[in-house]
């Protein structure tokens, strides 16, 4: 079993439309969450923490279920712009902070 | 604006080659990584370092060694280079991270080689 797992898409959506992701992990004692966004031949960079009492950012709102182990991102009023690949990212606080990194989930919003 | 740079956008080496793939960061972070980023696998880390001349095994070093003599610059490298060793390979560093704490991670815009 993978240790992040993501379902690969591509979610095509129009623009306004609503979108989520999720993302489970295997390892329970992870500490911290977040999910990173990669446009199309660019690096991975940070869109947001998870916080175990959720958090938003702006159209972007995370969510952790740390009993059932999986991390989700909604979307709201998609944009063209949002097109990417989105990163759920692990933090394994096992001594040295490693995090490890889901396969992606791919995002088309399209006009 | 912090910045994490690597030597070459694209690299086309040949099977048995020595192949040095090199990262430089200008804002001081103590940790650095190298991955591989391949379709389906997502990002896989090969080796990190804690610092300077520090370096450690990440999930798949077989067939890479690294090299940390500053603390800007880490450098990966393929001592003979083999066909599936083509992919993506991004470098990134971070801040030090005390326990329990979390500092963002970035990344370079990541070599792309191939292996003929």
């Known amino acids: 079993r993978k240790e992040v797992e993501q379902d690969p898409g591509p979610f095509n959506v129009p623009e306004g439309a609503t979108v989520a992701f999720n993302c489970t992990y295997s390892?329970?004692?992870?500490?911290?969450f977040f999910w990173y966004r990669q446009d199309c031949r660019k690096e991975p960079k940070l869109l947001m923490s998870?916080?175990?009492s959720g958090n938003e950012d702006g159209r972007f709102t995370a969510q952790l279920n740390r009993a059932s182990q999986y991390i989700s991102l909604l979307i709201r009023d998609s944009k063209l712009s949002d097109s990417a690949t989105y990163l759920c990212?692990?933090?394994?606080?096992?001594?040295?902070?490693?995090?490890?990194f889901g396969t992606g989930t791919r995002l088309l919003v399209s006009p | 604006d912090v910045k994490v740079t690597q030597s070459s956008r694209y690299l086309v080496k040949r099977t048995g080659e020595k192949v040095f793939l090199e990262c430089v960061q200008d804002?001081?972070?103590?940790?650095m990584f190298w991955y591989r980023q391949d379709p389906g696998l997502g990002l896989r880390l090969i080796y990190f370092?804690?610092?300077?001349?520090?370096?450690e095994k990440g999930d798949i070093p077989e067939g890479y060694s690294v090299s940390r003599e500053k603390k800007e610059r880490f450098s990966l490298i393929l001592e003979s280079a083999s066909t599936n060793q083509t992919s993506m390979y991004l470098c990134?560093?971070?801040?030090?991270?005390?326990?329990?704490?979390?500092?963002?991670?970035?990344f370079g815009p990541g070599t792309r080689l191939t292996v003929l």
């Open positions: 370092s804690y610092d300077v001349k520090m370096k």
């Open positions: 998870v916080y175990s």
């Open positions: 390892n329970s004692a992870s500490q911290s």
């Open positions: 990134a560093s971070r801040r030090f991270m005390a326990g329990g704490s979390y500092n963002e991670q970035f």
């Open positions: 990212v692990v933090n394994q606080n096992t001594g040295f902070q490693k995090l490890v």
């Open positions: 804002m001081d972070h103590e940790n």
